[in-house]
Each structure stands twice: as structure tokens, then as C-alpha cells.
């Protein structure tokens, strides 16, 4: 059973990339060290979703009643700033185990 919901969230964060990549002319997941300093914060199996929102305000978007969030920033001053705008390049995608504690996530890079 646990390998089944996995799977659907691994399908339901594709579909979600996905979306994204159909907007714009590239996706990329955001790796360099530098760049998702903001985020050292979450920690899979130790971050909850009420320490996520203290940190990061309300998600934009909730699906799966809460296990997935999402959030858009937008780059100020060289420091992500959480923004509404779907058109900012920046989007953070959080999947969220059953008990509310951080399952996995990624930053991802919507270029034009």
C-alpha cells in the first residue's frame, strides 16, 4: 500500500512538472547548493507542513487535501520572496506524508 501511494505521488508530481513545462519553454529542477539555500529548512521525515507554512506563509496551492502544497517566487535582492504571479519563475512543490511531516520536495526553474 505504501509503495502504491508513492507511486501516485511520484505521478502526481510529474503531472505537476509537467503543467509547468507546457507553460514555458523550459523546466528544470533546481540543484545548485547557492540557490535552494533558502530551503535548508526542509528536511524529508522531519519538516512538518505547520512549520512550512510559519516559514513560508499560506501555500498557493493545496491538492490531495493538503499532502501536496505548492508555492511561485519571484528573486528580490538576491532572496526568494513568495509571490501569487504564476508567470515568476520559481516553483516549490512539497509532498507531504500522511502523519504531515515532509515526504520530499523540489524547487523548480520555469524559464522563458
Same mark, same amino acid.
Given at each position: 500500500?505504501?509503495?502504491?501511494?508513492?507511486?501516485?505521488? +511520484?505521478?502526481? =508530481?510529474? $503531472?505537476?512538472? *509537467?503543467?509547468?513545462? &507546457?507553460?514555458?519553454?523550459?523546466?528544470?529542477?533546481?540543484?545548485?547548493?547557492?540557490?535552494?539555500?533558502?530551503?535548508?529548512?526542509?528536511?524529508?521525515?522531519?519538516?512538518?507542513?505547520?512549520?512550512?507554512?510559519?516559514?513560508? +506563509?499560506?501555500? =498557493?496551492? $493545496?491538492?490531495? *487535501?493538503?499532502?501536496? &502544497?505548492?508555492?511561485?517566487?519571484?528573486?528580490?535582492?538576491?532572496?526568494?520572496?513568495?509571490?501569487?504571479?504564476?508567470?515568476?519563475?520559481?516553483?516549490?512543490?512539497?509532498?507531504?506524508?500522511?502523519?504531515?511531516?515532509?515526504?520530499?520536495?523540489? =524547487?523548480?526553474?520555469?524559464?522563458?
Amino acid at each position: 500500500m505504501i509503495a502504491i501511494k508513492k507511486h501516485v505521488h +511520484g505521478v502526481v =508530481l510529474a $503531472v505537476l512538472i *509537467g503543467i509547468l513545462a &507546457a507553460c514555458s519553454t523550459t523546466v528544470e529542477r533546481v540543484t545548485d547548493p547557492s540557490k535552494v539555500q533558502d530551503f535548508a529548512f526542509l528536511q524529508s521525515g522531519v519538516t512538518s507542513n505547520m512549520e512550512v507554512e510559519a516559514r513560508l +506563509g499560506r501555500p =498557493l496551492s $493545496v491538492y490531495e *487535501g493538503g499532502r501536496i &502544497a505548492t508555492y511561485i517566487f519571484k528573486m528580490v535582492e538576491g532572496k526568494y520572496k513568495a509571490t501569487a504571479d504564476s508567470s515568476a519563475p520559481y516553483h516549490l512543490v512539497l509532498i507531504f506524508r500522511g502523519d504531515g511531516l515532509l515526504e520530499r520536495w523540489s =524547487l523548480v526553474y520555469k524559464g522563458m
